[in-house]
């Protein structure tokens, strides 16, 4: 007979609960329309300078909520978050009712709070202790009319296996988020480090847990990889909330370095992320005088869509092939604009459609939807320019599953960096994208990077035969039928 401990037991079981989640992962949340950023400030960010700290009087503070949300005001923010550790030890539902009538007064919107708990503790006392504060910050959000309440996981205790730590965090957050959701107020899980300190494991938690009232709390100042950057654009699509930083601290430095809070913002826009940006300040400097210039900085970024002065300019009415021609290839399929997409008929070898307007030459991005709707080569070939010279981003093909840049010194989307392969069903719409600067070339399918190419030192130019006739701009399919919607261009 086979005995198991209890902890083994335990390790196992969470093994099996994140494996049978994961089947029925949950999706990023799907927003219409364009995003939209609110701008707030946290509490967090004067958090030397309350009365109140956590349940003790500091002797030296001259702020309370009431100060806070009139500073708030003064400073032009849609909202303030009101961090739960500078609540009075003695927090009634009367001051909490005092407390959303000065926001309403003053013209400020609660955006939500945050709580410090820990969600790995097993079943017993710790863990219903840490689950009685989210509720109950759950219910004081409610009654300020506040829609966040930011979370975190933890980490492991002691011995405590991860796959132990991260299925106890999962129970206890479907437990909160269960409680959460029937009174209007969504979870936020912050990247703060333990086991959430990677886009990986947080990802983990959030798309296991079920529950649209669960999301990322995303702090752009807490991941600490080799890119924090690239690791906030794989967790932006989930975010619920965003508390901004100005530093980050990159894997194996010694020293913070600014934020660039313009690329902050565009990766925000690009998950087409609408909802609150809130300046949580950790800075060194004096908040009082740090704080309002980069609440200035925000704001204006904040109201600028994507980058100053651009606008996604659409490339395809949705109606008619206006602005596009045959570009010649011999064999040519049937090309038609049909239900608000272009769909390229087999041809034999090669179909194509191009543009016949500006595009520039750098410092831009393209951005549509594309399908196979029948066939086994690349349904999608997107060739574009950069700088003087042209390429393409081939998608689905030698034989169905290639991802690559065609040529990168002499060599072909099948013999470069770029080359990859992945598998795609016929009849889905995947999400592409392509983005070109003096320095770089990059792009995306679903929102994971399929192409990061450093263009220092790289001879870019078109693969020698037919597809040269795609030049300036043009999409092309071999001996496949496939389908292109939402076709759009905005400059950088």
């Not at 990766?267 to 060194?284: C, D, F, M, P, S």
Request: aromatic share 10%; proline share 4%; hydrophobic share 40%.
């Amino acid at each position: 007979m086979i005995s198991f401990s209890r902890r083994r037991f335990l390790h196992l079981s969470g093994l099996t609960l994140i494996a049978m989640r994961s089947i029925f992962a949950i999706q990023p949340f799907q927003r219409g329309g364009t995003a939209r950023l609110s701008l707030g400030l946290a509490a967090y960010s004067f958090r030397d300078f309350f009365k109140d700290q956590q349940g003790k009087v500091n002797p030296d503070g001259k702020l309370d909520m009431f100060g806070f949300l009139d500073y708030c005001a003064e400073q032009g923010c849609a909202g303030a978050e009101l961090t739960s550790y500078y609540f009075p030890a003695d927090v009634t539902d009367d001051y909490l009712r005092k407390v959303r009538r000065h926001a309403f007064l003053r013209g400020v919107e609660i955006s939500g709070s945050s709580v410090g708990n820990t969600f790995t503790h097993p079943a017993g006392p710790e863990r219903d202790k840490n689950i009685a504060l989210v509720k109950q910050w759950v219910d004081r959000c409610a009654l300020l009319g506040a829609s966040h309440v930011r979370v975190f996981a933890g980490n492991p205790g002691k011995d405590q296996p991860r796959e132990e730590a991260v299925g106890n965090c999962i129970a206890a957050l479907e437990e909160c988020a269960e409680y959460a959701g029937g009174r209007g107020v969504l979870l936020g899980i912050e990247n703060h480090g333990g086991i959430v300190a990677e886009p990986a494991g947080l990802l983990e938690i959030v798309k296991a847990v079920k529950s649209p009232w669960v999301g990322v709390n995303l702090d752009t100042g807490n991941f600490h990889g080799a890119d924090p950057y690239a690791d906030l654009a794989q967790c932006a699509p989930y975010a619920v909330n965003v508390q901004i930083k100005t530093e980050i601290r990159r894997a194996g430095a010694k020293e913070n370095e600014s934020a660039d809070l313009a690329r902050i913002v565009r990766i925000l826009r690009e998950a087409n992320y609408q909802g609150w940006v809130t300046l949580e300040y950790e800075a060194k400097e004096d908040p009082w005088i740090a704080v309002p210039p980069i609440l200035a900085q925000l704001r204006e970024l904040a109201e600028t869509p994507a980058a100053k002065g651009a606008e996604w300019t659409p490339l395809f009415d949705g109606k008619t092939l206006t602005g596009w021609k045959n570009p010649g290839f011999g064999g040519q399929g049937e090309v038609t604009a049909e239900d608000g997409r272009i769909v390229l008929g087999v041809g034999s070898d090669i179909t194509g459609l191009n543009y016949t307007g500006e595009i520039p030459k750098e410092n831009y991005e393209v951005e549509f939807e594309a399908m196979r709707v029948d066939g086994s080569d690349f349904f999608c070939a997107l060739t574009f320019p950069i700088g003087e010279s042209h390429c393409t981003f081939v998608v689905g093909g030698w034989g169905g599953s290639l991802v690559g840049i065609s040529n990168i010194n002499g060599d072909d989307a099948s013999e470069n960096e770029t080359s990859q392969t992945k598998k795609f069903e016929k009849g889905r719409w995947y999400k592409l994208r392509v983005r070109v600067t003096k320095e770089k070339l990059e792009a995306w399918i679903d929102d994971a990077q399929a192409v990061d190419l450093d263009l220092q030192g790289k001879r870019i130019a078109m693969r020698a035969g037919e597809i040269e006739l795609s030049k300036p701009f043009g999409l092309a399919t071999y001996r496949t039928s496939g389908a292109v919607r939402g076709l759009r261009l905005r400059r950088l």
